[in-house]
């Protein structure tokens, strides 16, 4: 299995974002996938999750601005970044479980300017 993440750039604060992590490889569907993100100097933190169904659940500090969403047709998942601040500047990695194994895209870096 296999995530390509990408989508991530240069915005100036207030601007917006889409990242997308596909998967790929010997995985025939998408169960629940998460957003991680990880500033310099900083531990990895946890962004959003969306569940195998459609329930979403987000970091306070992104909730109201993001939002996780998955296409199952293209095993892909989603994160809308909207009203990116600069404090959001980090790179950004999707992971997943499957079958009790875990798997990190390879981030995308995200550089909100003020």
């Known amino acids: 299995v296999q995530l390509q993440a990408s989508g991530g750039g240069l915005v100036q604060s207030g601007g917006s974002l889409r990242l997308s992590c596909a998967a790929s490889g010997t995985i025939f569907i998408l169960h629940g996938a998460k957003w991680y993100r990880q500033a310099p100097g900083k531990q990895r933190e946890f962004v959003a999750a969306i569940s195998s169904g459609i329930s979403t659940n987000y970091a306070d500090i992104v909730k109201d601005r993001f939002t996780i969403s998955r296409d199952n047709a293209k095993k892909t998942v989603y994160l809308q970044m909207n009203n990116l601040k600069p404090e959001d500047t980090a790179v950004y990695y999707c992971?997943?479980?499957?079958?009790?194994?875990?798997?990190w895209g390879q981030g995308t870096l995200v550089t909100v300017s003020s």
């Open positions: 992971f997943i479980n499957y079958y009790n194994t875990d798997y």
